[in-house]
């Protein structure tokens, strides 16, 4: 009886494992099968049809649709992405509106007369971020002297008398949109690192 016993235990232990393998038509047994079949709400792609998938669907979803179908049924005409409400302008964590000045001498000159919303607290992560973009153009002193600047003649030197009493907000126009050599930083570099650097490299001209 023991052995018999012993024996429908193995075999039923051979079994289960059996069932875990997976291999060409058969992968084997979906435990957890919302792990492996969420819906993803993907924000720019937008399937309507609950039965869109169903030749691969291998649970019962609640509310009854197939495995391709991913769209919010909590949103006004099952949107996956809300629409931003009229006449709204999106700010960042600050608070702080875009920056709309155009790519432009006008836009250059007046770009004197913007206010750097940092206080000098933001020197230590400037420097931090000025040796991450800047320094291999600029040099480590803001002398234009980085390690690729005998490849790009020209890098301009932030101690000269033509830049000594540039404006924070000259530096911050001029990494968002470039200037002469030196390309736009504007998608690399948010508004507030880019005021930081800004902030530090005003402390480098002094």
Known sequence: MRFVKSLFIGFSAA?????CGAGGDNQGT????????????????????????SWVTSIEYPDGHSEFYNSNNFNPHRMNMR??????VPRNKQGWLPYRAGDDSTSLRLSDRLKNPLDSTAVADGKLLYETYCDHCHGPKGEGNGKVADKYPGVPNYKSDALKNITEGHIFHVITYGKGLMKPHGSQVSPEDRWKIAKYVKTLQK
């Open 15 to 19: 079994a289960v494992l059996t069932s």
């Open 30 to 53: 979906e435990y957890a099968p919302n792990m492996y079949h969420s819906v993803a709400y993907e924000p720019y792609t937008q399937i309507t049809d609950p039965n869109a998938g």
């Open 83 to 88: 629409e931003i409400p009229a006449n709204t």
